[in-house]
């Protein structure tokens, strides 16, 4: 069936790149997404990329993927302590009759001062 | 600001009881999808509703139901409430194919 991973825990020095890695296992998905979720908040779409891109970049986030690999990346640049929060690697498959998304279990961010 | 607003933010419940949700997003946003995020996991779908009528389900039991209104309100129903329903509830609403999230209901049983 589907699946996402991701680790769970990350942790950076302020001013220093994030990155953050996902695979998944569905061949048909169609969409790629990172989402924010800070404490006590529902989830923020960061950024997304089509299934037939390999990089998308805005602003201080870039992401990339390998479709061969499935394997999808978020890099933030310049990681301040407003970027702490949980990273969700999400995928959907627009193909069915509904459009839901897969999420992995989520990445914590830690920003070491 | 998502424009998806849920209530009750917060709620206890004890095993047994039935419980609903409630969530309200933007007009023109037909499709209302509603996911579970249980403690230190990833948001799991548990069905979507496009025009008043189910859309797709998610590996949830029937206890679990959901409607959809005319004025883009959305109900999650959940019946005869298990300790392991405690969790945080998400609506999300859908126009031109991005998902807007509420800030969620946490649902505690005990």
């Known amino acids: 069936g589907e699946d996402v991973e991701q680790s769970l825990f990350l942790s950076v020095r302020e001013g220093d790149s994030s990155v953050i890695n996902c695979t998944y296992t569905d061949s048909s998905s169609t969409y790629l997404y990172w989402y924010k979720q800070e404490p006590g908040a529902g989830l923020q779409l960061l950024t997304y990329i089509f299934s037939n891109m390999d990089m998308k970049q805005d602003q201080r986030l870039t992401v990339l993927l390998n479709k061969k690999d499935k394997h999808l990346s978020l890099r933030i640049a310049d990681t301040q302590t407003g970027d702490s929060a949980i990273y969700f690697c999400a995928e959907s498959n627009t193909s069915g009759r509904d459009d839901k998304i897969i999420f992995g279990k989520g990445t914590r961010l830690h920003i070491l001062p | 600001e998502t424009g998806v607003t849920q209530s009750p933010t917060h709620l206890i419940k004890t095993r047994g009881q039935q419980v609903t949700l409630r969530c309200s997003s933007q007009?023109?946003?037909?499709?209302v999808s509603w996911y579970q995020q249980a403690l230190g996991q990833g948001p799991q779908f548990i069905f979507q509703?496009?025009?008043?009528?189910?859309?797709g389900r998610g590996n949830f039991p029937p206890r679990f139901s959901g409607l959809q209104f005319p004025n883009y309100s959305s109900e999650l129903n959940v019946n005869a409430l298990e300790l392991d329903d405690s969790a945080l509830y998400l609506c999300?609403?859908?126009?031109?194919?991005?998902?807007?999230f509420g800030e969620g209901s946490r649902l505690t049983v005990l």
């Open positions: 007009s023109g946003h037909n499709t």
């Open positions: 509703y496009y025009r008043e009528e189910e859309n």
């Open positions: 999300a609403s859908t126009q031109h194919g991005e998902l807007f």
